[in-house]
């Protein structure tokens, strides 16, 4: 008899009949069970028939798949999936209309399934439904049925996106065209073309030739489709040749990667955005933040080739943009005094302009990164903000020789700083959101950035009373106030200036003073031993705050399709920290999922470990292209008996650190993410300083008069524990 860990003990349903429980013999052939279920109910032919889950996605059992079976799942005895795949395409091409509504309907469905999906493939399904797409003769739900199904099928991976026709491409194109489609078919057509963008060179432009993103920007008014909308965006310009995007082309495709390239700074996009989606009536969802920060990205990345172009110090042009910065400070409109008599003391204005190279500047613009972006930013804000530039330059021109911040070599490293900040050059990350609102609030919204941050910088120079020996430091300072102040999430560049405003110098002083306890004054023997009393304790108070984190439960978005979409799934520990109960949804939840809704659970104790990054096996299985940094770090997989794993990506930092932590607390190991160290110490130091304060309040008491000529003495001593 086989041990009881290979018997499942299941329900079996099939419609008008009482339903089968069984155990599931899970060393017998698949086939063999089925056989055995049929005959329960006298049903011939048992290689045409399957078994699938009944709730949830309803996914066919394969020998492959039967493995993630558990006690007490309930199927359902189904046709096979070859067979259910053959009657599907006949019905599809059925002339009847209601007939073929409802198989096209169930086919969308069922196309999501993969063994089904290499089925109806291997029949030539996706051409028939390619051929109905291309005649043109399908409306409404057929047709959105019809799209779905198509999408669903190619997604697989089976067949390659090459194979698309231009017939049908044109047809998907023109429904995104059209004035008056329905919007789910809007929708779909618009999943089709990122698809065929994402996945295909060859496809990327020809669909570059049928739709221009300023035909894509009337879609952004419509909340229904939008973050479709932008997807495609994204997508256009993600695949855009890089050699192309910023270049002036004779040929029709490349003029439509220049527009392209030029429509995302465009006010008309930008001001859509703005308006109809991040201030928009509806909250952004994971999704809309998600393709809202990949649009930054790619907006800031524009600036990647004047970012890493040196310059060339031969070069007359871009000499006289030097020129133009000295004239604009120290020249006013008109130089009355004639180039010629003054080229003698450009060296002292280029040193009092604050370039480290006075003799000819144009050497301090040929490292890389910043290159010529410094130097465009420096023009920008002479030209757009002149009264700020003049002050700025003359204010430090005036100052005593060691506190003069120096204008050119800072704005040269503020560009530097920034571009790291930003992470301009990098490909977007994948299940990243972090957008930044106030750069969809101007036209030029880099420039204004700089612009405000050269003028914090300048300020930050003057409140350290700094010297050329401290540049380092506070570029130091200038880069926390900056992050800070991103941090928050400020709605518009005045907002950024506000929040500035209230990180001066002392207030960061004050911040770093307050996040970590000073180690002179806490290194003495008795603190020593009053820390190491009170760990324990306070690493018990966070492996119960993390556990009831685990009970609560968290939603993960899943990955793995080659389009984005939004597919959730849930997991919670049960109260009784003996079984983690997980399961899908179809949106993400608002509060807490009841353990009633999640079907799949796994007992502790059958959990062996916990492994992260690239350990785990869904991060070993994905492409290069999606084990980018930001996912390696924020994967991470249960490994559980007999050979079976539970595989996560947490949607931020914060939680990837309370589900490895409490996963760890759970198996009674050490929790070692930083967000525990940072935890600990702070909650040990907030502990240490109640407990020293509790001793400065003590009273002591009055002690007896004194002998005279004998000083009294006290000894007191105060028990730390």
């Known amino acids: 008899m086989p041990p009881p860990a290979d018997i499942v003990k299941v329900a079996i349903e099939w419609p008008g009949a009482n339903a089968q429980l069984i155990e599931m013999d899970q060393k017998r052939p698949l086939s063999s069970i089925i056989r055995e279920v049929c005959d329960g109910w006298s049903l011939s032919g048992s290689e045409q028939f399957a078994l699938r889950y009944a709730d949830g996605p309803q996914l066919y059992i394969t020998e492959q798949s039967r493995g993630e079976i558990k006690n007490g799942t309930i199927l359902r005895l189904a046709i096979s999936p070859a067979r259910a795949a053959r009657q599907l395409l006949e019905r599809i091409q059925s002339h009847g209309i209601d007939a073929r509504l409802e198989a096209l309907k169930e086919l969308a469905k069922l196309s999501a399934d993969p063994t089904f999906a290499t089925e109806f493939i291997n029949m030539e399904g996706i051409a028939t439904l390619a051929r109905l797409v291309e005649s043109g003769t399908h409306f409404g739900e057929m047709l959105a049925f019809t799209l779905t199904a198509f999408l669903e099928l190619m997604d697989h991976g089976i067949v390659s996106w090459d194979l698309i026709s231009l017939s049908f491409i044109k047809q998907i194109a023109g429904y995104v065209n059209q004035p008056m489609v329905d919007v789910s078919i809007l929708q779909r057509s618009l999943a089709i073309l990122e698809s065929m963008v994402l996945n295909s060179h060859s496809l990327y432009h020809r669909v570059a030739q049928e739709i221009t993103v300023g035909q894509l920007i009337g879609h952004l008014s419509n909340q229904e489709i939008q973050t479709y909308a932008i997807a495609l965006i994204n997508a256009l310009f993600l695949k855009a040749p890089e050699d192309r995007r910023q270049e002036d082309y004779a040929n029709p495709l490349e003029q439509h990667l220049t527009e392209m390239a030029s429509t995302l700074a465009q006010k008309h996009l930008r001001s859509i955005i703005l308006n109809h989606v991040i201030r928009g009536n509806r909250p952004i969802k994971a999704e809309m933040a998600h393709q809202l920060y990949v649009l930054q990205v790619l907006t800031f990345n524009l600036l990647e080739e004047r970012m890493m172009t040196k310059m060339d110090p031969n070069d007359q042009a871009q000499r006289d943009i030097i020129f133009e910065l000295r004239r604009i400070a120290f020249d006013g409109e008109n130089d009355p005094t004639g180039t010629e008599k003054r080229k003698a003391m450009y060296t002292k204005d280029y040193k009092m302009l604050g370039f480290t190279n006075h003799v000819n500047p144009a050497m301090d613009f040929t490292q890389t990164p910043p290159g010529m972006l410094a130097l465009d930013n ?208 179809d949106e993400s939840p608002q509060g807490e999922v009841p353990f009633e809704l999640l079907s799949d659970k796994i007992p502790v104790s059958d959990i062996k470990s916990v492994v992260t990054g690239k350990d785990c096996p869904h991060m070993k299985e994905k492409s290069a292209l999606k084990q980018n940094k930001e996912v390696l770090e924020l994967a991470f997989s249960v490994l559980y008996d007999p050979d079976e794993t539970l595989n996560f990506v947490a949607p931020n930092k914060y939680e990837y650190c309370i589900w490895t932590d409490g996963l760890c607390a759970l198996l009674g190991r050490e929790m070692v993410s930083d967000l525990t160290r940072s935890d600990l110490d702070t909650l040990i130091s907030m502990e240490m300083k109640l407990r020293l304060l509790d001793l400065e309040n003590i009273t002591i008491p009055e002690a007896p008069p004194p002998v005279p000529k004998e000083p009294s003495s006290y000894n007191f001593t105060y028990n730390y524990s």
């Not at 994948?430 to 957008?435: I, P, R, S, T, V």
């Not at 106030?438 to 700089?450: G, L, N, P, Y």
């Not at 110098?505 to 970590?516: A, H, K, P, T, V």
């Open 378 to 585: 420096m023009l920008y804000l002479a030209k757009v903000h002149q009264d700020t530039y003049i002050r700025i330059v003359l204010e430090n021109s005036s100052r005593e020789d060691k506190h003069e911040c120096p204008f050119g070599r800072c704005a040269i490293e503020l560009t530097r700083m920034l571009c790291e900040i930003l992470q301009v050059g990098e490909l977007p990350n994948e299940g990243c959101n972090d957008y930044h609102p106030m750069f969809f609030t101007h036209d030029r919204a880099w420039e204004e950035f700089f612009c405000v941050c050269i003028q914090l910088l300048n300020k930050t120079w003057k409140e350290m009373r700094a010297t050329a020996e401290d540049f380092n430091k506070v570029m130091q300072v200038v880069r926390e106030q900056i992050t800070r102040a991103l941090a928050m999430k400020p709605a518009s560049i005045d907002q950024l200036k506000n929040k500035l405003r209230g990180l001066n110098y002392s207030e960061i002083l004050r911040l770093r003073q307050s996040e970590r306890m000073s180690q002179d004054d806490f290194q003495s023997p008795p603190i020593i031993e009053l820390r190491e009393r009170i760990q324990p304790e306070i690493l018990e108070l966070i492996k119960q705050q993390r556990l009831n984190r685990l009970c609560e439960g968290s939603c993960f978005r899943k990955l793995g399709n080659r389009r984005r979409q939004e597919k959730f799934w849930f997991c919670r520990l049960s109260l009784n920290h003996k079984v983690l109960h997980y399961g899908d949804l």
